[in-house]
């Protein structure tokens, strides 16, 4: 159950690190345009828990001996431990009929298999091997749901934890088998009336329990929420500490995060004040049943229709019946709770990315890197316009740069080109090839993008640039670093190419960052070069734009600049407005125009010079 819940908030915790990818105008790591198909809700049980079983053939492999070892292990325990509850109380009740008082002989033979089999029951016994089979086959499970969760997020536009269904082969399933063996077995010796009084304790039982599952698990779902709640506060205070210190913000933020863990402990408590109160019911239903059976069974003793040895055999017996019950309730209620702290990873998992591969896609072949828009258009799902009627070509080893107001469709377009949406109209073709008909690996395989935050992992330099190329030597790291004029920053730590960046690259400035990203591209060497913003940063300008220049060389180049001084070498220079392309020329051309380019050539020089 633990587990379950873990794995929720992991992915809690990845949606809401993704998140903070979103700006006003188009995110490059999330699909926020065509949005992610996502599950609809079940109309009944039947389709809520098919979305369950759907998903197993994803986790557990039937191709898989060590799985198939430990199923068996596991299976063999539950049947030999339905053998155990019922030979250890009955040699215990012939034992006590064997024994003759006064004659000093010991029935030590059913006093040896009795004290045998509860051996065997007991965790010296079968438990040993039946609990590491479970833990081998959950362990399995939760590797393949944490690593197909990461996958799953990971290709979508922007821990399903099921190794607790075991609980309905291993559990669920044996317990009622208990039952009805245990049914029989009380028949078989005592007649009806105790059999039906078994029967209507378990009855009852178990349809309290089921109906106080449903109560708890309203908290349980509103407890899943809370911990959400507190573990995305959490992440925001820590991300944003720099600017929590700088307003003078701590005490506040203690105060809300005080708010929200206290929500979740309240949260915490009415649920286990219903647990508490449900089990104390149960628990009346459970010795109102083992009182009348007694009663019953005594006077059968009372009347010579069975011994007193079948009486102290069904006391015995009465701790396996009792448990069993429980069990069969705890197991409804453990598996309520599973599926509702698993209801948002099931819908994580069922929700599709808008852009797949198409049907019988081919691979990108990128000879020159000629790309053509043509007539482009993309919106919302919400009906937003962003990019109307873009026709644009550009020559291989071309770079064009687009400008304009923020929200304006710029990072729009980059993110079309990569496929993290689809276009709404008109195709986009590099060397003639629609990006739509090739296989996504190969497009970004082909494609380099420097944005204008770079993430950087918290790894070294080293492990950071050679991301581009993950088979790249030291030595050609160390070459593309010093193509991006960073090389002389890194010998400058006492670590050198091994300095650990820091979470998200705390340790390194703006411009190093995105130096170690142009870097990082260099080094992948791709003929298609997106640069969304990468001259933004305010050190060492000059140092950037001689790397960007390197980059650019020979490369076909998109560049989304917001310092118009760092494009006026640029082919073509495109302003956006509103998602047209208000004006097309170079630099100079476009000063000659005395048009919106113009304006903010001006008003960036202007204030430059103040």
Not at 429 to 439: A, C, N, P
């Amino acid at each position: 159950m633990r587990s379950v819940i873990t794995l929720a908030l992991s992915i809690s915790t990845l949606l809401v690190s993704t998140e903070r990818h979103l700006d006003e105008e188009a995110p490059l790591l999330l699909g926020h345009g065509n949005a992610s198909r996502e599950l609809a809700e079940p109309d009944n049980w039947i389709e809520y828990l098919q979305g369950f079983v759907l998903f197993m053939p994803h986790l557990w492999s039937l191709h898989d001996s060590k799985f198939l070892c430990a199923l068996a292990v596991r299976s063999v325990v539950v049947l030999v431990d339905r053998y155990l509850k019922i030979y250890v109380p009955g040699q215990l009740g012939l034992a006590f009929d064997k024994i003759v008082p006064g004659s000093g002989e010991m029935p030590w033979g059913n006093i040896a298999l009795w004290s045998i089999g509860q051996l065997l029951d007991s965790r010296a016994g079968s438990e040993i091997p039946g609990k590491l089979a479970s833990s081998h086959i959950q362990n399995m499970t939760e590797e393949k749901a944490r690593i197909r969760s990461l996958e799953h997020l990971l290709r979508l536009d922007s821990s399903f934890q099921v190794a607790k269904t075991e609980a309905v082969l291993f559990q669920v399933f044996p317990v009622f088998l208990d039952l009805v063996i245990a049914l029989v077995y009380v028949n078989i010796l005592f007649g009806i009336y105790p059999t039906l009084a078994i029967l209507s304790m378990s009855a009852i039982y178990i349809s309290t329990g089921t109906a106080t599952s449903s109560w708890i698990q309203q908290q349980q779902r509103m407890l899943n929420e809370t911990s959400r709640t507190q573990s995305k506060v959490e992440h925001d205070v820590v991300s944003n500490w720099y600017t929590v210190v700088c307003f003078d913000r701590i005490k506040d933020e203690i105060v809300h995060y005080a708010a929200v863990v206290r929500d979740r402990l309240d949260t915490s408590h009415r649920k286990n004040s219903r647990f508490l109160i449900a089990v104390g019911m149960q628990d009346c239903i459970m010795q109102a049943g083992s009182t009348g059976c007694v009663i019953l069974i005594m006077r059968q003793v009372s009347t010579n229709q069975t011994s007193i040895g079948m009486l102290v055999n069904f006391m015995f017996y009465w701790n396996p019946i009792r448990s069993t019950v429980k069990q069969l309730t705890n197991s409804y209620e453990m598996i309520s709770n599973i599926l509702a702290c698993a209801e948002e990873i099931l819908r994580f998992h069922f929700t599709e990315p808008s852009v797949i591969d198409a049907e019988f896609a081919k691979d990108l072949v990128v000879a020159n890197g000629d790309i053509r828009f043509h007539n482009v258009g993309f919106s919302y799902e919400r009906g937003r316009t962003i990019i109307e009627r873009l026709d644009l070509s550009i020559g291989a080893g071309q770079t064009i740069a687009f400008v304009g107001e923020s929200g304006g469709g710029k990072s729009t377009i980059l993110g079309l080109l990569l496929q993290f949406y689809d276009v709404c109209k008109g195709p986009i073709t590099i060397d003639g090839q629609d990006i739509r008909k090739v296989t996504l690996s190969s497009l970004r395989k082909a494609i380099g993008i420097v944005p204008q935050n770079p993430e950087l992992f918290n790894k070294s330099i080293l492990e950071n640039v050679r991301y581009g190329r993950s088979n790249a030597t030291d030595d050609e790291v160390e070459t593309a670093c010093k193509a991006a004029a960073i090389h002389d920053r890194i010998i400058e730590f006492s670590a050198g190419y091994d300095t650990v960046v820091g979470e998200g690259g705390v340790r390194m400035s703006g411009g190093e960052r995105q130096r170690l990203a142009i870097a990082r591209i260099l080094l992948k060497n791709p003929k298609v070069v997106l640069l969304d913003e990468a001259t933004s940063a305010v050190d060492a300008e000059a140092k950037i734009q001689k790397a960007v220049s390197d980059l650019s060389s020979g490369r076909t180049t998109i560049i989304v600049a917001h310092r118009l001084s760092t494009i006026v070498k640029a082919h073509h220079i495109l302003v956006v407005h509103k998602g047209i392309i208000v004006e097309n020329g170079t630099h100079d051309d476009l000063l000659a125009k005395k048009g919106r380019y113009d304006a903010l050539w001006k008003q960036q020089t202007l204030t430059k010079e103040d």
